[in-house]
């Protein structure tokens, strides 16, 4: 696998509409929504709640943030199975005095029912965000070290004199158990979203600046055990004020990923590629404000392999990897920054 150094370089050279720009910006952006579902294997009414949040990220692309808070009794599991429970897991639970799943916080607002959610993601991103948020992430496959740059730039005046910044780590698909009372249960279901640390305390890392045209940039750092597969884990990043709402929050490959940048309009263009990794197609979504756009597909020495022209109504865009040799590339497109992802 290619040394992040030769991953950043690929970012760089792969395509010259890329913007010198910090990772955050200080164009003002829209608020993104992030999703803490409170879910369980044993659970057998989430399945219904798992494939409402899947159809809102369908919806919402890059603008909507989902993750598996696995807890409760439910949650313990089966023999053979893995557990998906985590300390910061059972204190979200107990700080949302969460007494049945599924439930759901939307930016960390109220816990709401999956029939909610749809409502509220959309009433979220609706209003403006005072602060712009960047992610970046390096691993190196040596040392198993995982480190997340996140900068913010404040484009207005948060609500609170201090805000958090918190970090945390989700695998993208977990074959395991489920149960499902509406189609019985399920030996080898896909858990998405499934949430595995938090890289930051809890409660989150202080911001004690909070005044339009601050800029903040934290580095953090931590070390992935060997029994996780570092190409299926997710690095989810937000920013929010303190003991109140979430302004922004991203989802970024763990291996070399970077924050989608944002056009003229503020929208996402592309979404993140999958399957990770890719065997014969990589799909990535395109949104309507990508629709049309050229996106090209480069490997870790910044050279361009692959280019296709986007769905010109958005949609999913479909690239033929099976000839490619298995290894880290980045793909992305003019206005938005690249994303790296796994062909094997």
């Known amino acids: 696998m290619p040394s992040p150094y030769m991953l950043l370089v690929a970012f760089i050279l792969c395509s010259t509409a890329l913007s010198a720009q910090d990772l955050a910006g200080a164009a003002p952006r829209d608020r993104t929504a992030l999703l803490e579902e409170f879910t ?36 313990a599991p089966n023999s053979g199975q893995p557990d998906f429970r985590t300390t910061d897991g059972a204190a979200l639970w107990q700080s949302f005095d969460i007494q049945f799943q599924p ?8 816990p709401q029912t999956a029939e909610q959610w749809a409502g509220q993601v959309q009433e979220v991103l609706d209003d403006p965000s005072p602060v712009n948020l960047g ?46 009372y509406a189609n019985g249960p399920h030996s080898a279901y896909h858990h998405r979203h499934v949430l595995r640390d938090h890289v930051t305390p809890l409660e989150g890392d202080m911001v004690d600046v909070t005044s339009p045209g601050t800029l903040v940039q934290r580095t953090y750092s931590t070390a992935v055990p060997e029994a996780w597969d570092a190409v299926d884990l997710r690095v989810v990043a937000f ?21 989608s940048g944002m056009d003229q309009g503020h929208a996402p263009l592309l979404g993140s590629a999958f399957p990770v990794p890719a065997h014969e197609v990589l799909f ?51 206005g938005a920054q690249m994303q790296s992802v796994i062909v094997r």
């Not at 057998?44 to 919806?59: E, M």
């Not at 439930?103 to 109220?110: D, K, S």
């Not at 709402?245 to 291996?255: G, K, L, M, R, S």
């Open 40 to 75: 369980a294997a044993g659970c057998g009414n989430c399945p219904v709640a798992h494939a409402t949040a899947d159809a809102l990220v369908t919806v919402h692309g890059a603008r909507l943030v989902v993750v598996g808070v696995h807890g409760g009794a439910l949650a």
């Open 103 to 110: 439930q759901g916080t939307v930016n960390r607002q109220l």
């Open 135 to 180: 992610v970046a992430s390096v691993f190196d496959v040596n040392t198993r070290q995982l480190t997340v740059q996140v900068e913010l730039y404040y484009t207005g005046s948060s609500a609170t004199p201090m805000d958090r910044i918190s970090v945390m780590l989700t695998q993208g698909s977990v074959v395991a158990f489920q149960q499902d």
């Open 239 to 259: 920013v929010r004020a303190q003991d109140g709402e979430v302004y922004q929050a991203y989802d970024i490959p763990a291996v070399g990923g970077i924050s």
């Open 284 to 334: 990535i979504p395109v949104t309507a404000a990508g629709a049309g756009r050229s996106v090209r597909l480069c490997d870790a020495q910044g050279r361009l392999v692959l280019e296709q022209r986007a769905p010109p109504n958005g949609g999913t865009l479909a690239l033929d990897v099976s000839s490619l040799a298995p290894g880290v590339y980045a793909f992305g497109c003019a």
